[in-house]
């Protein structure tokens, strides 16, 4: 009898415990999925793909741009450079 009576206990308390932890799991997902954390976490993704597009666009103009001052430098030095006499 007493045997029975402890089990029934420690299901009972484990019964409590787990009904109680299963409560705060629902509540954390419940939070974890309203409409205001996805919003904020669609506006976060959002501005993530924008600056990686921005940084990505500023990479290409900023190196085509280097390599037409470069080429103008280069061809600049050609045209204004005169041709030297070999030596002998």
């Known amino acids: 009898m007493i045997r029975r009576l402890f089990w029934f ?6 019964a409590i415990f787990g ?7 629902a509540e954390a997902t419940a939070d974890r999925f309203s409409s205001e954390n996805i919003a904020d976490t669609l506006t976060d993704l959002a501005t ?13 103009v900023s190196g085509e741009s280097l390599d ?4 103008a430098k280069y061809f600049e030095n ?4 005169e041709p030297t ?4």
Do not use: H
């Open 78 to 81: 050609t045209k204004t450079s």
């Open 19 to 25: 009904l109680n932890y299963m409560k705060k799991k």
């Open 68 to 71: 037409e001052q470069e080429l």
């Open 48 to 60: 993530s793909v924008k600056d990686y597009a921005v940084g990505l666009w500023q990479g290409v």
């Open 9 to 14: 206990l420690i299901g009972a308390i484990a």
């Open 85 to 88: 006499a070999p030596r002998e």
